[in-house]
């Protein structure tokens, strides 16, 4: 089992940006990937970008690639997710998930924290 914390979520102008974070605990050793999804109302859970967490390489969503960096700091466990020049458009509740090896998909979730993109 792994828990998901995120943090960092909050209301911004269009343009600017904010940093979320996502601390995991319990079952690390075994995390493969982790990575970021969001989901605005009336609309489907969409992917926005993961990380492989021994090798640091990096997947993003076409659409965000530029504007979004996802990173990690293996020893804390933390995740991080930078956006810059946001628009309203990028408003939804951004979850974190996390992959561990014996998995084949993301199985553990946080619980979700809010952006808002708003003038």
């Known amino acids: 089992q792994v828990q998901l914390v995120e943090s960092g979520g909050g209301s911004v102008r269009p343009g600017g940006s904010l940093r979320l974070s996502c601390t995991a605990s319990?079952?690390?050793?075994?995390?493969?990937?982790m990575g970021w999804f969001r989901q605005a109302p009336e609309k489907e859970r969409e992917f926005v970008a993961s990380?492989?967490?021994?090798?640091?390489?990096?997947f993003y969503a076409d659409s965000l690639r530029g504007r979004f960096t996802i990173s990690r700091h293996s020893i804390g466990s933390t995740m991080y997710l930078e956006m810059d020049n946001l628009k309203a458009e990028d408003t939804a509740v951004y979850y974190c998930?996390?992959?561990?090896?014996?998995?084949?998909?993301?199985?553990?979730w946080g619980q979700g924290t809010q952006v808002t993109v708003s003038s």
């Open positions: 998930a996390c992959q561990t090896r014996d998995e084949p998909e993301f199985r553990f």
């Open positions: 319990g079952y690390t050793s075994g995390i493969y990937f």
């Open positions: 990380i492989m967490w021994n090798s640091g390489s990096t």
